[in-house]
């Protein structure tokens, strides 16, 4: 095999896909996964849905790119669906999540200096957090592994335990602009935060006029069986990022806010060349199509209810390999005892795909339009994997 051409930054398996049908992806030589990861939460309508696809080439016939020196129709119409749809006023297009997290902090900071408090610039965020990794996202993230060897930390992002009121309340000051969290923090693991925390990071802000901004890259778009997240704790933010699961597969972004952050956010203030094109609408507005249809939501609340409970009975029956289940609707991590890693990859040789998280978990995140046949495909493999794993426990303990 000759070296590869790109860089090292990622840990990659050596499976090379060919297609995708629904939640199934296909290797060149045939092989069947079942895909429990979504290319990370992000094919919410799984692989080549038939209604993404033929939006998608009817748009490459019309019109790809005209910069956003023009009006762009397509971009207008997704915004206001996603306005009409949530707490928010007015969006901003970009290309990723991080990209999304930037245009938060930025919109945050642009509104208390706008106020005449340029010195209003902190954002606080919880221990586990990801937000991304640009520069200001891996600060706000906080993640020492993620920070090494990039130069000085970017200031104004001051972290503290999640769900511990106090310690927030200790490093809010006269400096701190806004409050940012996922209301699910999936690289750190699915960790829930609890809807009674969320009330009061809203309270909070409204006491001491601060934003709340919620990430919800990872839990929205239909992932929890809501919309979004955020809205099982009746609470709402003034600024949302969003991404993966909006595109369904093709890159895009937002940031969401209510009229009084975006209002800072002057000709100048902010930009990106790519962002909202009309490729990514067109899909964009393709999957809000799907996920916004009558009782889609729904299906996706009872379809992660079942889910959840099948795979607590795999984990009541492996007690060596797994200690318990977690999160919301269809996404849904695993506690594992044994490394989350290792799990992960005997489940990729069952034809099982899934993604590791910190706190040892493993995320199941299936394409939200996963049937019941094919969950329960996904538990009896899953069930495999931890078999296979306990068999070779033995094998290691009667070695010894
Ligand atoms: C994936 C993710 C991001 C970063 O998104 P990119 O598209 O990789 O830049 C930020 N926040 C959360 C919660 C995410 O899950």
Known sequence: MTASSL???????????????????????????????????????GHCHPHLVSALKAQTERLWHVSNLHTIPEQEGLGRRLTEATFADKVLFTNSGAEAMEAAIKA???YHYDRGEADRFHIVTFEGAFHGRTIATIAAGGQEKYLEGFGPKAPGFDQVPADDLDALRAVIGPQTAAIAIEPIQGEGGVREIPTEFLRQLRRLCDEQGLLLIFDEIQSGVGRTGKLFAHEWSGISPDIMAIAKGIGGGFPVGACLATDAVAAGMVPGTHGTTFGGNPLAMAVGNAVLDVVLAE?????????????????????????????????HGLMLGIKCVVPAGDVVGVAREAGLLAVPAGDNVVRILPPLVISDDEMDEAVARLDATATAMEQKLELEGAAE
């Open 295 to 327: 009782g889609f939501l729904e299906e996706v609340q009872s379809k992660g209810r079942s889910l959840k409970q099948k795979l607590a009975a795999v984990v009541d029956s492996h007690p060596n390999i797994f200690s318990g289940v977690r999160g």
């Open 7 to 45: 860089f090292g930054n990622y840990a990659r398996s050596n499976l090379e896909f060919d297609h995708g049908e629904g939640v199934w992806l296909v290797t060149s030589d045939g092989r069947r996964f079942l895909d429990c990861g979504s290319g990370i939460a992000v094919n919410a309508l």
């Open 108 to 110: 945050a900071r642009r």
